[in-house]
């Protein structure tokens, strides 16, 4: 089965990091532009960010720049999501997907909350 699976969620007080991974079950990251996505309670769906076949990292979402960084281990198959100096909009879901938005994960949880 073709789909990429999220970990690394959880509950962190405002100010705490967390690293997400999302590992590519069923596709080879290689080649691909990957993309993180959140969505909060509520809210609509939201780009967090991209990390190309190159491992250079983009976040689109303005909120989140200087604090979330994208990577990625080809030979992982897996790309990471960090995230640091965390604050309580920041809650939602995770999600990554392939640059087409074709394969799409479970999602794993964030929850900001002191």
């Known amino acids: 089965q073709v789909r990429p699976v999220e970990s690394g969620g959880g509950l962190v007080q405002p100010g705490g990091s967390l690293r997400l991974s999302c590992v590519a079950s069923?596709?080879?990251?290689?080649?691909?532009?990957m993309k993180w996505y959140r969505q909060a309670p509520g809210k609509e769906r939201e780009l967090v960010g991209t990390n190309t076949p190159g491992d250079i990292s983009t976040m689109f979402a303005t909120s989140v720049r200087g604090r979330f960084t994208s990577s990625r281990d080809n030979a992982k198959n897996t790309v990471y999501l960090q995230m640091s100096s965390l604050k309580v909009e920041d809650t939602g879901m995770y999600y990554c997907?392939?640059?087409?938005?074709?394969?799409w994960g479970p999602g794993t949880q964030v929850t900001v909350s002191s």
């Open positions: 069923g596709f080879n990251i290689t080649r691909y532009l």
């Open positions: 997907t392939d640059v087409n938005e074709q394969y």
